[in-house]
Nanobody
Framework: QVHLVESGGGLVQAGGSLRLSCAAS????????MGWYRQAPGKQRELVAV???????NYADSVKGRFTISRDNAKNTVSLQMNSLKPEDTAVYYC??????????WGQGTLVTVSS
């Protein structure tokens, strides 16, 4: 089973930047897609960005041009660089990974708060 640990959340002013990181550990054969999701209070969890093992990326329209997802396949890590943050980006951000044998795994979440 894959265990994911996120880091890098915190409080930032609007217009600022944060970088989230996620490290996978455990029994890993191969990780396919890795991604970031977020859930704001009272809202459903939504996709923020996803990256395939080959490096192809997809972003939610709301973060295109501001967020960048990247990964290190050798280290089984994924990062999310968030620039030009807005108050509406405030949410708990979750790391997700699809491992070939064990399926989908989720991190515990890290809180990002953007003040206006």
């Amino acid at each position: 089973q894959v265990h994911l640990v996120e880091s890098g959340g915190g409080l930032v002013q609007a217009g600022g930047s944060l970088r989230l990181s996620c490290a996978a550990s455990g029994i890993i054969f191969r990780i396919n897609d890795m991604g970031w999701y977020r859930q704001a209070p009272g809202k459903q969890r939504e996709l923020v960005a996803v990256i395939t093992s080959g490096g192809s990326t997809n972003y939610a329209d709301s973060v295109k041009g501001r967020f960048t997802i990247s990964r290190d396949n050798a280290k089984n890590t994924v990062s999310l660089q968030m620039n030009s943050l807005k108050p509406e980006d405030t949410a708990v951000y979750y790391c997700n990974a699809h491992e070939y044998a064990s399926g989908s795994a989720w991190g515990q979440g890290t809180l990002v708060t953007v003040s206006s």
